[in-house]
């Protein structure tokens, strides 16, 4: 199913997201002895979305770290270590709360081999649940993709499949600078086929999830599978649309995204961070600086989260972000040049 | 009237409480306590239903906790409040109705259906808010009582918080800042023994939250958080010195939440021996018995009072039901002041 990361002679097994996730942590720690799991509750309780599961069981408390509520200590703990040989993997219990972190992530671990003239190195892998959709309201629905998109030094992913999930986590701790992981709540349950063993998903390729002729849409994690499902209705009236799951948000992949557009010649851009300075406008500007503008035959159009902080009311949130019904209509509009 | 007799001959044994208050300030405390702990029942109910979605944090256990020290506060005095915020809200004088339609996503909420449970507030009576972030409200109450202070208004300002959230770097911030500005804030912290699934051992260098108060030369005390009057009377000298300008105080109350720390809790890190321990010690049973040996109320006036509470649940519920709500092309409201043309 997934062409870049599963090798045909490799066996797989259907497991969730999360599992998958977990899968890789449990490889990780079983290959490297410098690898240990930092974060909130991710022992006895198993992680607030049960990720690490039963990880503090077969690897003890040495390494599979409880740390208090303490999410810039934390952090800054985590860069320390990373700086000095280990290489931790420290999850954020919501994403929301690497707010009260930005002073670690942002400036020391992102500078940090830059300020010292390529001296020292900070490898390590922030994990974050995010995205809206669970009812939780402002303060835990957030998506800060384009936050730490926006900070060189950083490396950011988003995975949409449970393949993708384990490959680009161990993709990310092979990496020798800091990798952020966004994980999209609504997806941990999701299970498909993924591949045994240790393998890893490219950071900064994307990836054709369907192909198609006549509209490029560019999504990522949760939106990716609204695309395709607004794709599938589009097909029943003879659109063929070409859904690309962004994955990298920091490298973004510009080959694959302007190969497509030159083919397509029209492109929306569905993410679910707030619309405004957000991935799309990057994607957008790319395009429209690239060879590709001249092959466009309709103005690019953008799918983002609303101008508004995620609200409780289930229909209010799921009016906040864009969902299956609004894509399918954009990419109508956007084939008939109604835009 | 041998009992009145009785008790003001050993006025001087009686608890704080039964002393400082009157009975029907006494009464109406219980009957909050009650609300608090049907409120949180019927919203657990109406969870279990599908009626309300998202996730919730129940205080169940601590009522005593947020009942006695809201007992001294005026509408003028503020309180900031957690996650875990039902019962704040309820003792600071909020309506179960207007939180029932909140947790049921109405136009008519506290909050217009936007913030739900984790973000129950109710302006008016000055509860400034539940938080979604441990921690968040330290340094917003240290704010409210600056403003208290260069205002020259007397009121002061509660700060719940958690056992937890004392390792956030804001709590450290905020006290350091109380304190050296004299400011009339009380940090309250309500330590349930586990923040999530991590105890107080397995996180905090100090055994008592209290006893972070020294490094920011402020009072700090730590009380049976269960016991009503106890926790009343430390309030009260808190509340004293902050209103006399003599500036902050840290309270500890020790207390135990019942249930599991949100909606998705095994209770894996806990015994049933632990938590069956402190449901022998309710602290509603126990204020009630309480008030009942000292004749501030029989066994039949009390249950009174809890059927009162009930039927204010039942009817918050139905309000609640009755309730339309939030308009969907309003998802960009509130995020701005509305400027009228
Ligand atoms: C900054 C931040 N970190 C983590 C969380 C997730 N979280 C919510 S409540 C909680 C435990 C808080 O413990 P405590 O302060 O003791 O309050 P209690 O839940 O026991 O009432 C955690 C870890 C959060 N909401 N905000
Ligand atoms: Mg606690």
Known sequence: MNAQTAIPEVKTRE?????????????????DPTVILMGEDIGVYGGAFQVTGDLVERFGTDRVMDTPISELGGAGVAVGAALTGLKPIFEFQFSDFAALAMEQIVNQAAKMRYMLGGEAAVPLVFRMPAGSGTGAAAQHSQSFEAWFGHVPGLKVV????PADAKGLLLAALEDPDPVIIFEHKLLYKMKAQVPEGYYTTPIGKAQIMRPGRDVTIVASAIMVHRALEAAEKLAKDGIDAEVIDLRSVRPIDRDTIIASVRKTGRLLCVY???RTLGVGAEISAMIAESEAFDYLDAPILRLGGAEAPIPYNPDLERAAVPQAPAIEAAARQLVRREV | MTMKDKVETAQDNLPFAIRHFSPDALRAALKKMYLIRLFEEGAEDSYTRGLIHGTMHLSIGQEASAVATCMELTDADKITSTHRGHGHCIAKGAEVGRMFAEFFGKETGYCHGRGGSMHIADVKTGNLGANGIVGGGLPIAVGAALTAKRLGRD???????????NNEGAFHEALNMASVWKLPVIFVCENNKYGMSTS???????RYIADRAVAYSMPGETVDGNDFSAVAEAMHRAIARARAGEGPSLVENLTYRWR?????????????????????????????A???????????SATALQQAAEADVAQGIEFAKASPAPQITEVTKF???EVSA
């Open chain 2, 290 to 300: 309480d008030l009942i040996t000292h004749g501030i109320l029989n066994d039949e």
């Open chain 2, 200 to 206: 107080i051992e397995r996180s905090t260098a100090v």
């Open chain 1, 158 to 161: 988003q995975p949409s499949t």
């Open chain 1, 272 to 274: 679910e961070g707030v």
């Open chain 2, 260 to 288: 599991g720390h949100s909606k998705s809790d095994r209770n894996r890190y806990r015994t049933k021996d632990e938590i069956e321990s402190w449901m022998a010690r309710d602290p509603i049973a126990r204020f009630r």
């Open chain 1, 15 to 31: 497991m969730s997201y999360a599992e998958a996730i977990r899968d890789a942590m449990a490889i990780a720690l079983e290959r």
């Open chain 2, 335 to 337: 995020v701005h002041a």
């Open chain 2, 155 to 165: 009121d002061v300002t509660i700060c719940f918080f958690g056992d937890g959230a």
